[in-house]
């Protein structure tokens, strides 16, 4: 059940419903995992980046299990309006960016909120109580666990919040005046409600070290922050990191853009995805696909520029390839994927729908095996 969608996004009203939504996230997120580990055997991600990959898909998946229980008894009287679970049903399938937004202020205040809270014995001492004596559910105490646990979730941390700040990974010196570092962050785009990944290969020739530089790695986390824009293309993002940052040089630049989520029971899709899943009958959980887009840009070569009068600085030439649609994706290299169960991708293949024969699917099979097909 559902409420009346409104500019797109749509409120999970009951408990069944938002139940099945988080338990199907949390079954995509470990399938990402798998593909991502299917990369790296096929050498399109290397360790480093399957790693990084992987520690952002575990932050999302933690933020759906926090998320899940927090609204653990929509739907349900609580003794109090709680609300819903927002998501953005025709665009992305995922929720909204206002729920994480939501989260982040939530878990500045986790420890009071917990501290006033009876303990999770207690409630369960109560909740027991209630059963036995009134012969009663005891859906208010449980609603106060859910939230007890909700906030557990957000003290522990480790989540995925609309703002990532990049981190450093130092991947060794290239000789004693350089240095070469993989930067990483993500951000949860508030215009898509998509969760979006950036890695960054840089050589660094200040001679401190940029993670412990106090001036230059404030700056370039709120550079990059700053420039973490769906709508940018990688090329403005890369070009204008170069230009304001002369002792660093970005060699290579990777976004991921995770989703949209199509669902026949929860989004509006529209085009061959909304037919392949409306015909593919799909059981409970089975009923979605998954895009997966990976953008890369290359540096190519080096240019050098005068710098004052006696200075020079190097300037980054990075490679466009027109055949690939580069200029207009302003990236060497797009890759689109589409991540689905196997009788969703039966019906994807019967049709093959105009536009299909590019994207790469990954097949989701029994057991949770994943095979992949161009």
């Known amino acids: 059940m559902v409420d009346a969608p409104t500019h ?6 009951d408990t069944y419903a938002s139940r099945r939504y988080f338990r199907k996230f949390e079954g995509i997120m470990a399938h990402l995992a798998r593909v991502a580990g299917m990369m790296e055997a096929e050498k399109t991600l290397s360790r480093r980046e399957t790693e990084v990959l992987t520690r952002h898909l575990t932050a999302l998946t933690v933020t759906f299990r926090a998320l899940s ?4 008894l929509t739907g349900r009287d609580t003794g109090r309006f709680f609300g819903s679970l927002t998501i953005d049903n025709h665009e992305s399938g995922f929720p909204t960016a206002q729920e994480l937004m939501v989260m982040a202020n939530d878990a500045q205040q986790a420890e009071r909120h917990l501290r006033e809270m009876a303990s999770a014995d207690e409630m369960k001492r109560d909740m027991l109580g209630q059963i036995i004596g009134d012969l009663e559910i005891p859906t208010r105490l449980q609603f106060a666990m859910s939230q007890r646990l909700y906030y557990e979730e957000l003290k522990r941390g480790g989540l995925f919040w609309p703002r990532n700040d990049p981190e450093a990974i130092w991947l060794g010196d290239i000789d004693t005046k350089r240095r070469k570092y993989l930067l990483h962050w993500s951000v ?4 898509l409600n998509l969760p979006v990944l950036y890695l960054m290969e840089l050589e660094d020739t200040d001679p401190t070290a940029l993670p412990r530089d106090e001036r230059r790695w404030p700056e370039v986390q709120a550079h990059l922050i700053a420039q ?28 991921f853009h995770i989703g949209p ?7 509006r899709q529209s085009g061959p995805i909304r037919d392949v899943l409306e015909n593919a009958g799909s059981r409970e959980g089975e009923d979605w696909a998954l895009a997966w887009t990976d953008e890369v840009l290359v540096s190519e070569r080096v240019r050098t520029e005068r710098a004052g009068w006696f200075g020079t600085n190097e300037r980054e030439i990075f490679t466009i390839d ?7 994706t302003g990236a060497t290299e797009q890759t689109r994927a589409l991540i689905l169960p ?32 161009r």
Do not use: C, W
């Open 8 to 13: 797109d996004h749509v409120g999970l009203t």
């Open 69 to 72: 229980m927090k609204y653990l």
């Open 188 to 191: 949860y785009d508030s215009q």
């Open 228 to 255: 973490s824009l769906g709508g940018l293309k990688l090329l403005t993002i890369a070009k204008g990191f170069d230009e304001d940052f002369d002792e660093l040089h970005p060699k290579r630049l990777r976004r």
């Open 261 to 267: 989520m199509y669902s026949h029971a929860y989004t």
């Open 322 to 328: 027109p055949l690939s649609g580069g200029p207009e």
């Open 342 to 373: 196997e009788r969703p991708y039966q019906v994807l293949a019967e049709r093959n729908p105009p536009g299909f024969a590019q994207v790469r699917k990954f097949v989701v099979g029994r057991g949770g095996r994943v095979l992949s097909y």
